[in-house]
Nanobody, 123 residues
């Protein structure tokens, strides 16, 4: 069992940067892949980025490529996502997820979720 808690969200101007963090408690965090999803009002949960548990390989949504960087520190049980060149369309509630049992960009296959951290980008 893993508990996840996100932090680092906030209000930022277009073009600005934020660094989201995901702190995990419980066992086996280092055995699980970790992902970030986001959900804007009235929309479904959207995949943003993922990092593997073993080789630290990463995957990004097209909208995140070149602007966001996902990382993890298994010794500290944390995952982060550095976001730069933020746009108003990045405004959403951002969730950390762990332990995937299927295709990484499908929210339904992730077993553990945090409560989310709000990111608001003003124009």
């Amino acid at each position: 069992q893993v508990q996840l808690e996100e932090s680092g969200g906030g209000l930022v101007q277009s073009g600005g940067s934020l660094r989201l963090s995901c702190a995990a408690t419980g066992t086996r965090f280092s055995d699980y892949s970790v992902a970030w999803f986001r959900q804007a009002p009235g929309k479904g949960r959207e995949f943003v980025a993922m990092i593997n548990w073993n080789d630290f390989g990463t995957r990004y949504a097209e909208s995140a490529k070149g602007r966001f960087t996902i990382a993890r520190n298994n010794a500290e049980n944390t995952a982060t996502m550095q976001m730069s060149s933020l746009k108003p369309e990045d405004t959403a509630l951002y969730y950390c997820a762990a332990y995937s049992t299927g295709r990484y960009d499908n929210a339904w296959v992730w077993n553990y979720w945090g409560q989310g951290t709000q990111v608001t980008v003003s124009s």
